[in-house]
């Protein structure tokens, strides 16, 4: 997870990762901030099976502190 930039620790990662791990088959997630993706990948490496669904609304700044760019929606 090191080459995912982010504010995430490893210790929330472990703790998310642990949580979707115990949702039960074809759970569904829904995370709202997902910045980069760092904990999508935490919970979908843990989650049995099932789909996330990561948003990310923000348009302030990004990690250097520059301005985000326009919004992709996928």
């Known amino acids: 997870m090191k080459d995912i930039p982010g504010w995430l620790s490893d210790n ?16 569904v997630v829904v995370e709202i901030g997902s910045f980069q993706g760092k904990s999508t990948v935490y919970m ?5 099976s099932g789909k996330i669904y ?3 609304p923000h348009m302030g700044k990004t990690l250097e502190n520059k301005p985000a760019g ?5």
């Open 54 to 56: 990561a948003i990310d």
């Open 44 to 48: 979908a490496q843990a989650l049995k």
């Open 12 to 27: 929330e990662g472990a703790l998310l990762a642990d949580f979707a791990g115990k949702l039960p088959p074809d759970a």
């Open 70 to 74: 326009q919004p992709t929606y996928q």
